[in-house]
T-cell receptor
Framework: GQQLNQSPQSMFIQEGEDVSMNCTSS?????WLWYKQDPGEGPVLLIA?????ELTSNGRLTAQFGITRKDSFLNISASIPSDVGIYFC?????????FGTGTSLTVIP | EAGVVQSPRYKIIEKKQPVAFWCNPI?????LYWYLQNLGQGPELLIR????????DSQLPKDRFSAERLKGVDSTLKIQPAELGDSAVYLC??????????????FGPGTRLTVL
């Protein structure tokens, strides 16, 4: 199946720093979702985006639905140790979700 | 409200043995998904149900994998016989299309399968 291009693959940052990651596709999507997955757990939904250009926040997290509908961005401000995990983007077309390859985030206290 | 429930959480079997996973979706969610997740990868769809109908099973290896969703609620995924390469996390998810047209998908905790 199709997997979206997600970058960076991994990040090591100091606590308090801001984080940016993105997801791109050759296909157009009508919904973008961002998930966080902790070890041994299933992905947890963080933010959902439904309209091109939409900018949505959830606490320290902000995500944007790209104008071209082929990309999305997630920013985390003032990172804390519990932000550690793997972040996945997902694009929806029809009733099918396609997932990115994940960004592994490590926060150094 | 309870989330997506999966059991077992972990399963260790020897190759050629059968194994089954169970999923209970969020109440009212008519779409149910089974995904395979290998280490370091995103989830990959195995099968998608709309109510009790399997509407997309194109990625399901039908020689050894089977699934059912009787009554359009709970679902089981079976592997028989299991192979070493089947070791992975099996994720169940469910979603509901709202009147707004919005569609959000929620995952269960997954079943980690190890085939020896």
């Amino acid at each position: 199946g199709q997997q979206l291009n997600q970058s960076p693959q991994s990040m090591f940052i100091q606590e308090g720093e801001d984080v940016s990651m993105n997801c791109t596709s050759s296909s157009i999507f009508n919904t973008w979702l961002w998930y966080k997955q902790d070890p041994g757990e299933g992905p947890v939904l963080l933010i959902a985006l439904y309209k091109a250009g939409e900018l949505t926040s959830n606490g320290r997290l902000t995500a944007q639905f790209g104008i071209t509908r082929k990309d999305s961005f997630l920013n985390i401000s003032a990172s804390i140790p519990s932000d550690v995990g793997i972040y996945f983007c997902a694009g929806l077309t029809g009733n099918q979700f396609y997932f990115g390859t994940g960004t592994s985030l490590t926060v150094i206290p | 409200e309870a989330g997506v429930v999966q059991s077992p959480r972990y399963k260790i079997i020897e190759k050629k043995q059968p194994v089954a996973f169970w999923c209970n979706p969020i109440s009212g969610h008519n779409t149910l998904y089974w995904y395979l997740q290998n280490l370091g990868q995103g989830p990959e769809l195995l099968i998608r149900y709309e109510n009790e109908e399997a509407v997309d099973d194109s990625q399901l290896p039908k020689d050894r994998f089977s699934a059912e969703r009787l009554k359009g609620v709970d679902s089981t995924l079976k592997i028989q016989p299991a192979e070493l390469g089947d070791s992975a996390v099996y994720l169940c998810a469910s979603s509901l299309v709202l009147s707004s047209g919005h569609n959000e998908q929620f995952f269960g905790p997954g079943t980690r399968l190890t085939v020896l």
